[in-house]
């Protein structure tokens, strides 16, 4: 029995330090692939949300009448910055982040008679509701650009949350810092196209 304990081998130092610079070698490769991986599928987010949002659009312009700007929620994501990780919260409540309140005198497209026609507006007044945490700060604006309008302008547009009477079409955006580097992360969408990645590369 003791002399079987005494043949037995284990391994040698190169060995085990061979495995580990293997070890290290898959990490080293396996880890930026991982954390690319992760910030596309974030970035998911914004290509779903803003499909609702032409849509939302697209359904509001063919009962109302127009397009209308909708600047991002007060208390939604912050505007993206370079160099600063963006932080995802909450979409705002309908408590917190109401419809537009329509007073006598004023109306949505078509001014009543000698009233105020209202083109700005909120995602609630087009029925649009993100679900869960957002990562992307939404706005969208209304657009004078020859049709189709592309979703993504040269250079890439943020939505300027504005709009005005007999603009033809509409830009919705969204922007985020997923990685905390310098570049912005922009998405667009159109009235005449869906949601595209303006930024390629950039999360």
Known sequence: MLKQLKSQKGFTLIELMIVVAIIGILA??????????????????????LGAIKTSLI??????????GIPSPALGVAA????????????????????????????FCT???????????????????????TNFRYA??????????????APAAVA?????????GVLASATSNLDGDANISIWGASNDQGSQDCTIGWY
């Open 111 to 133: 001014p009543p008679a000698g009233g105020v026609a209202i083109f700005t507006g909120t995602f609630t007044d087009i029925g649009f509701v993100a679900s869960g945490v």
């Open 160 to 168: 300027t949350g504005l709009a005005a009477g007999g603009e033809p």
């Open 59 to 68: 359904a509001f312009q063919a009962e109302r009448g127009c397009f209308i």
């Open 28 to 49: 080293a490769i396996a880890i930026p692939n991982f954390l690319t991986y992760q910030l596309k599928s974030r970035q998911s987010e914004a290509k779903v949300n």
């Open 80 to 107: 993206p910055a370079a160099a600063v990780k963006t932080v995802g919260v909450a979409w705002p409540s309908a408590l917190i982040y109401p419809a537009t309140p329509v007073v006598a005198g004023t109306a």
């Open 140 to 153: 969208t604006g209304a657009s004078v650009l020859p049709a189709p309008i592309a979703a993504c302008q």
